[in-house]
Nanobody, 121 residues
Framework: QAQLVESGGGLVQPGGSLRLSCAAS????????MGWYRQTPGNERELVAN???????NYVDSVKGRFAISRDNAKNTVYLQMNSLKPEDTAVYYC???????????????WGQGTQVTVSS
């Protein structure tokens, strides 16, 4: 069983929309930050958006106003709504989850398997 399972990627035309989902196993506790990264050939993996347990969000400049990250804590799931997609958004998108147990001071990082998003005519 994968600890993070991504879905929602695919092929979309420029200007279209996709919604990515990432479901974390309920065995993962004390989730602090959930987010999405993306990577294209020859480039470093970059942060797209993340969201804290309190609902604070952060976005890379290139997606501000177009993407929206949200989370459903009851489902241990994070979403990325992507609107007005551009060819430059084409990448493999990876879910990222950070846990922190304050009582133990223990932090763990989890990665999804990656889902391909292709924006093309």
């Amino acid at each position: 069983q994968a600890q993070l399972v991504e879905s929602g990627g695919g092929l979309v035309q420029p200007g279209g929309s996709l919604r990515l989902s990432c479901a974390a196993s309920r065995s993962i506790f004390s989730i602090n930050v959930m987010g999405w990264y993306r990577q294209t050939p020859g480039n470093e993996r970059e942060l797209v958006a993340n969201i804290t347990s309190g609902g604070s969000t952060n976005y890379v400049d290139s997606v501000k106003g177009r993407f929206a990250i949200s989370r459903d804590n009851a489902k241990n799931t994070v979403y990325l709504q992507m609107n007005s997609l551009k060819p430059e958004d084409t990448a493999v998108y990876y879910c990222n989850v950070e846990t922190f147990r304050s009582s133990y001071g223990t932090r763990y990082i989890y990665w999804g398997q990656g889902t391909q998003v292709t924006v093309s005519s």
